[in-house]
């Protein structure tokens, strides 16, 4: 399984970013912790951490303040009993869990959960955003690249992705 996971939190006019390893998380304490942390060596109140597995699906974790729960978006609700670091997404941000599904190959029409509003604001409406994640054709690192160009951050993004 190939997972990518960056933090990013905005520094004055520019944004800082670093890739993260969740291998080691056994809570969303942990996720959001280590946002939180990198939210205060940035001097930012405010952290994204994006998440792509497998070209299958991704998420998108917002971190506003220390102390506020995290705002979560998954792109495809059916992941969560396949990818650990899904379930606990799904778990921190209340999101609804489909039974388990016995399936082989790729999942069509994916189902996205969450607040799909967290982006509003960094110019990604939640609209676009469930828009783009069942666009048929539109890989996860694709939707997180359009994210990261319309927050400010793209070529931070494209660096890590190199």
């Given at each position: 399984?190939?997972?990518?996971?960056?933090?990013?939190?905005?520094?004055?006019g520019?944004?800082?970013?670093?890739?993260?390893d969740?291998?080691?998380?056994?809570?969303?304490?942990?996720?959001?912790?280590l946002?939180?942390?990198?939210?205060?060596?940035?001097?930012?109140?405010?952290?994204?951490?994006?998440?792509?597995?497998?070209?299958?699906?991704?998420?998108v974790?917002?971190?506003d303040?220390?102390?506020?729960?995290?705002?979560?978006?998954?792109?495809?609700?059916?992941v969560?009993?396949?990818?650990?670091?899904?379930?606990?997404?799904?778990?921190?941000?209340?999101?609804?869990?489909?039974?388990?599904?016995?399936?082989?190959?790729?999942?069509?029409?994916?189902?996205?959960?969450?607040?799909?509003?967290?982006?509003?604001?960094?110019?990604?409406?939640?609209?676009?955003?469930?828009?783009?994640s069942?666009?048929?054709?539109?890989?996860?690192?694709?939707?997180?690249a359009?994210?990261?160009?319309?927050?400010?951050?793209?070529?931070?993004?494209?660096?890590?992705?190199?």
């Open positions: 399984m190939s997972t990518f996971a960056a933090v990013f939190a905005p520094d004055g520019t944004w800082r970013g670093t890739e993260v969740l291998g080691d998380v056994d809570a969303i304490d942990d996720i959001t912790d946002m939180l942390d990198f939210g205060t060596e940035s001097g930012s109140d405010m952290t994204l951490l994006l998440i792509e597995a497998d070209d299958e699906w991704f998420a974790v917002r971190v303040e220390t102390g506020s729960d995290p705002r979560v978006y998954l792109s495809d609700e059916r969560v009993h396949d990818h650990p670091v899904a379930g606990m997404l799904s778990e921190a941000g209340g999101l609804g869990a489909p039974a388990p599904v016995e399936s082989a190959g790729a999942r069509p029409d994916p189902r996205p959960d969450g607040d799909d509003d967290l982006l509003s604001d960094l110019g990604v409406d939640g609209e676009e955003l469930r828009s783009l069942v666009g048929g054709g539109v890989l996860p690192g694709d939707v997180l359009v994210v990261a160009e319309r927050s400010g951050f793209a070529d931070l993004l494209d660096t890590m992705r190199l």
